[in-house]
């Protein structure tokens, strides 16, 4: 499966030529959305002309998503959300899968406790207990103003009308239809064959919303949808029950703040990782001056990368679900440990990933995503990063429903010091449980300076997320960028193992990347991932909305 997926990165992203001309974009005086398709940012926009906030239009962005951007839109996955209200006001929702209640450390692994080959990714055992439902009524119920009858209206008619495949989208879809043939049977939805411009009608997901929308989420743990998944599962062998989706509950968790000089910076706390890694990363390179080492210079790279190194080493080592480990986060953003994390590193030569292991530090254990952002015109704003892990999640599509299962299970450190999907090596903190929460990278963002909203920024791409948001908000602040040209500006990428560093093709000066090798770093240029997906809000000094949609997808951002 990781081969498929890389052919996939390559075919679909490989020949990108990144321009890095300054561009502006869309601007917007009263509110925003950006999300990675046009319909689904139209449709949060449409809620928001109705009369509706920021978590009316996160339900119908959403829900929209899951209708026009099937491998990673979702309501068989679940995500992440960061807000802040009007008033000031910050928070965060966690609706990530979950586990089954009988699930095992060993789930994956064969009698001679090796990885069984596709159980984590493409089977009903690579199933976590979905949380995206239950996360969009409960932030709709603590914050929403219209009625979800209203939101939800504009996304079945989509889902019956159809939407018009774009070119990235019908490569993709003739990327996996092999596949998801092979999942489902050459008569399901998305194993037909498909070209640029066709229309894909769901009606079967339609009435799948028709029902949420009349019965509200209770339809979807426990009612006619959650009692066809539950089935559906047993059928093929799966541990995902009826009970383990009637048990299943979003949780509201106090989001992780952090500064950077005069930036206040709020992300995801566990069991994301992303708010704990990226605030290292900023931490650790804050000392050096980024501005006055320049853009994009292989000091600046040099400086970057060390800190990544050595924050992702961590993160994958400490971090696990709160509500199972003892995340030492106090302990890792303090900048006595942090400065002597960076002790080794030499402006001379690159530090091997093999020197460097998790720090030290008094501890006891007690692919594909997408994201989008949103300003409304009453000044609240969200920041959403759903997912269902890989593209199409486990591949497993209930035509019954209209809908793709995820595959979050391996997310989860399947076996410690075996990658999963994305590279990450995890450890016990992150081991398979009972109704545990896997580890994410997911990041979704808010940036503050001088007390108010300035940044709403997040991205797709696996352990690539965390790095990605940093350099845009990087691109912003240090370098002075707009929204538009800090998304469309090349990026790099590394995450400790393996040990080499990741550059968007063509984006970056010859020579730097020789300098660079010849300090010893292992540089990648050529076959790699996609390194996010970026949709963003910077809100400008007179008070109105740009709106970064990135070039490397559809994504769109939409605005009054």
Known sequence: MKKVLLVFFLYTYGNYAQTT???LGTIAKSAMVVSAKSEASAIGLQIIKEGGNAF???????LALAVCYPSAGNIGGGGFMVYRLADGKKGSLDYREKAPSQATADLFLDENMDVIEQKSTQSAFAVGVPGTIAGLFEAHQKFGKLPISQIVAPVIKLAEKGFVLTKKEAKKLDHYREVLSKV??????????????DTIKNPAFAKTLQRISENGSSEFYEGQTGQIISKYIAD???ILSLEDLKNYKAVWRAPLTFKYNDLEITSMAPPSSGGVTMGQIFKMIQPYGLKKLGFHTPEAIQVITEAERRAYADRNYFLGDP???DNPIDLLFDETYLYGRMNSFSWEKATPSSEIREG???YKESTETTHYSIVDSFGNAV???TTLNDNFGSKLFIDELGIFLNN???DFSIKPGVPNTYGLVGNKANSVGPNKRMLSSMSPTIVEKDNKLSMVVGTPGGSTIITTVLQVILNVYEYDMGMQEAVNTPRFHHQWLPDEVVFEPKGFDSKTLQLLKQKGYQIQEKNNAIIGKVDAILVLPDGRLEGGADPRGDDSAKGF
């Open 21 to 23: 001309k300054p561009v």
């Open 56 to 62: 009316d239009a996160m339900v119908a962005t959403e």
């Open 184 to 197: 489902n049977g050459s008569k399901s939805l998305y194993s037909l064959e498909y070209k640029a411009q």
């Open 236 to 238: 093929r062998g799966g």
């Open 323 to 325: 509500d199972f480990v």
């Open 360 to 362: 030290t530090i008094p």
């Open 383 to 385: 920041a959403v990063t």
């Open 408 to 410: 979050e299970m391996d």
